[in-house]
């Protein structure tokens, strides 16, 4: 199982372990909306996609002698940056997003995401780099992501990349848009100048399908 897929499958199985499913008949479906990044953006940033993946979860879940299947179809958009690390160009600036669809159970709404702090977002989105560890929050800002004003937070830590420590910078912030939750974080060598301002505007230009 991919990275990706993996952690796809873990949040999609904390949507549905978030709440009662109830007595309904018949399976029960909930889709999210796929993230990207502008075209025009990711030309001018330097980033290429990697991939654009529908992630699907199907999970049986028995109570009171009754079982019920539920499935979820969330999205995986990654993008990624060729830059000069220790005097070696890799593909080492990485950016995704991930969109889970708020599930509507009996007149009630919830995702655990929408529990989940900036902190506990890195470690769930943890792709290109592996772990990631020594994580420090270094500062917050506020930005409009997708039409909403939210939190991003810059965190400092070490990734493990092709059997080398290196120091990195994670930026990474969440908002709740058109029924879904989207995530987004960008991952970086510390050494790198300028690529903050990048990222910056890969959250500004995201696109939202509807």
């Not at 001018?44 to 199907?58: I, L, T």
């Not at 995986?76 to 599930?103: C, D, H, I, M, N």
């Amino acid at each position: 199982m991919s990275r990706r897929t993996a952690v796809a499958v873990a949040l999609a199985a904390l949507v549905l372990a978030s709440g009662c499913l109830g007595f309904l008949s018949g399976p029960v479906t909930f889709s999210a909306n796929q993230v990207t990044v502008e075209d025009s953006t990711l030309e001018s940033s330097g980033y290429e996609e990697v991939s654009v993946e529908e992630m699907q979860v199907n999970r049986t879940f028995e109570a009171a002698g009754q079982s019920k299947t539920v499935e979820i179809t969330n999205w995986v958009a990654q993008y990624e940056k060729q830059v000069s690390v220790l005097g070696v160009e890799r593909r080492a600036a990485v950016f995704g997003t991930f969109s889970s669809p708020e599930v509507s159970v009996l007149g009630q709404s919830f995702n655990p995401l929408n529990d989940y702090d900036n902190r506990e977002l890195v470690q769930l989105i943890q792709q290109q780099y592996g772990t990631i560890s020594d994580l420090t929050a270094v500062s917050n800002t506020t930005l409009s992501v997708l039409g909403h004003s939210t939190t991003v937070t810059k965190f400092s830590g070490t990734a493990n990349f092709d059997g080398q420590s290196i120091d990195v910078f994670v930026h990474v912030t969440k908002v709740n848009d058109g029924g879904d939750i989207v995530a987004a974080v960008g991952v970086y060598p510390q050494q790198l100048d300028g690529e903050e301002e990048h990222v910056v505007t890969l959250l500004q230009n995201l696109e939202h399908a509807s």
